[in-house]
C-alpha cells in the first residue's frame, strides 16, 4: 500500500492498495470523510430512493437484483456546489488523468446511491459495455457492513473474474465461487473500490 492525500487536501491521507491486476482493481483506505458520507446519505434518501431498474431479458441468469433501491445525485458536471462535489472530483483526478498527450475525459456519471435491505442483492454484471463505453468504476462504501458466515453473502463487493491467484481451472469448469475464485472487498465506510473496465487494447474486462 502507499499513502496518499486527496488532491484537494480534504480529510487527512487515505491509503491505496490493489487487489488484482487483471482487471486493475484497487482499494482507496479512508478516501471519504464522515461528513461527505452523511451528506450524500441524507440526500439519497430525500431524492427520494426507488427501486433498482430490472435487469435487460438478455441478462446473465445471476443478475438478480431485489432488495435494492437506488437514488441518482448530480455531479459535478451538474452541480459543482453539492456536498459530494469535492469528493467527485478528486476521485476523477486520481483515476482519471489528464494531460500527458491523454484525451479528456467525459468525467464522472450521476452518483448512484444504492441501498440494500437485509437479504439484498445485485447480481452479477458488467458495468460497461460497448454501448456504454464507462472507463472506470469508482464505488464509495457509505457504512460499515457486519458481514456473514458464508464468502460473498456478507454484503460483500465481488468480482468474480478479477485475477488474484484463485484456480481459473477450477473456476471454468463449475463457473466462479464466492471464497474461492476472483475478489470479495468487504465494506468499509470511507473505503472506495475502483476498478477498470476496458484493457489497452478497449477490449471488455470482465472483473
Not at 502507499?2 to 479512508?30: D, K, M, Y
Not at 460473498?152 to 465481488?158: H, K, S
Not at 468480482?159 to 463449475?174: F, H, K, R, V
Request: net charge negative.
Amino acid at each position: 500500500p502507499i499513502e496518499l492525500r486527496r488532491a484537494s487536501g480534504t480529510g487527512g491521507t487515505f491509503r491505496a492498495r490493489r487487489v488484482a491486476n487483471t482487471p486493475s482493481v484497487f482499494v482507496l483506505e479512508g478516501f471519504s470523510t464522515a461528513d461527505e458520507r452523511r451528506a450524500i446519505i441524507d440526500a439519497a434518501v430525500d431524492a427520494p430512493m426507488r427501486q433498482v431498474p430490472a435487469a435487460e431479458d438478455d441478462a446473465a441468469e445471476d443478475d438478480v437484483r431485489a432488495g435494492c433501491e437506488v437514488a441518482w445525485l448530480p455531479s459535478p458536471l451538474t452541480s459543482g456546489a453539492s456536498a459530494w462535489a469535492t469528493l467527485m472530483r478528486d476521485a476523477e483526478a486520481l483515476v482519471l488523468p489528464r494531460g500527458r498527450g491523454l484525451p479528456p475525459p467525459a468525467g464522472a456519471e450521476d452518483l448512484h446511491v444504492v441501498k440494500y435491505a437485509p437479504g439484498g442483492a445485485y447480481g452479477l454484471h458488467l458495468d460497461a459495455t460497448c454501448a456504454v463505453p464507462r472507463a472506470v468504476t469508482v464505488l464509495h462504501y457509505l457504512n460499515d457492513v457486519d458481514g456473514g458466515a458464508r464468502p460473498g453473502y456478507g454484503g460483500e463487493t465481488w468480482l468474480p473474474y478479477a485475477a488474484s491467484g484463485a484456480s481459473t481451472e477450477a473456476a471454468a469448469a463449475d463457473g466462479p465461487i464466492a471464497g474461492r475464485d476472483g475478489v470479495l472487498v468487504a465494506p468499509r465506510a470511507g473505503d472506495v473500490l475502483v476498478f477498470f473496465s476496458f484493457d489497452e487494447f478497449g477490449g471488455i474486462e470482465a472483473a
